[in-house]
């Protein structure tokens, strides 16, 4: 069983930085594909950012440029480091794997992100 614990939401001005983490555990990362998503009041939840097979990586047009995910294999941890934040960036973000061998999709708790204006 993957198991996934978010930390580091919270509250930021607007032009902040804030970065989330999730520690996996049940599966290496090298076994995974990693994203974050978030859902915004009202709104479907979306893909921020995805690291996938081969370290290919992909962002929503949204982020491009402000956001960068990133992977720690020795903590078995990956991030999403978050810069020149915008209000319309505030939304509950999760972090999520997929096991390549059984397509099976695993989702952390969420964490809070708001940003002001």
């Known amino acids: 069983q993957v198991q996934l614990v978010e930390s580091g939401g919270g509250l930021v001005q607007a032009g902040g930085s804030l970065r989330l983490s999730c520690v996996v555990s049940?599966?290496?990362?090298?076994?995974?594909?990693m994203g974050w998503h978030r859902q915004a009041p009202g709104k479907q939840r979306e893909l921020v950012a995805l690291?996938?097979?081969?370290?290919?990586?992909n962002y929503a047009d949204s982020v491009k440029g402000r956001f960068t995910i990133a992977r720690d294999n020795a903590k078995n941890t990956f991030y999403l480091q978050m810069n020149s934040l915008k209000p319309e960036d505030t939304a509950i973000y999760y972090c999520?794997?997929?096991?390549?061998?059984?397509?099976?999709?695993?989702w952390g708790q969420g964490t809070q992100v708001t940003v002001s204006s």
């Open positions: 049940g599966s290496l990362l090298n076994e995974i594909v």
């Open positions: 690291i996938s097979r081969g370290d290919n990586i």
């Open positions: 999520n794997a997929r096991r390549f061998l059984t397509n099976t999709a695993y």
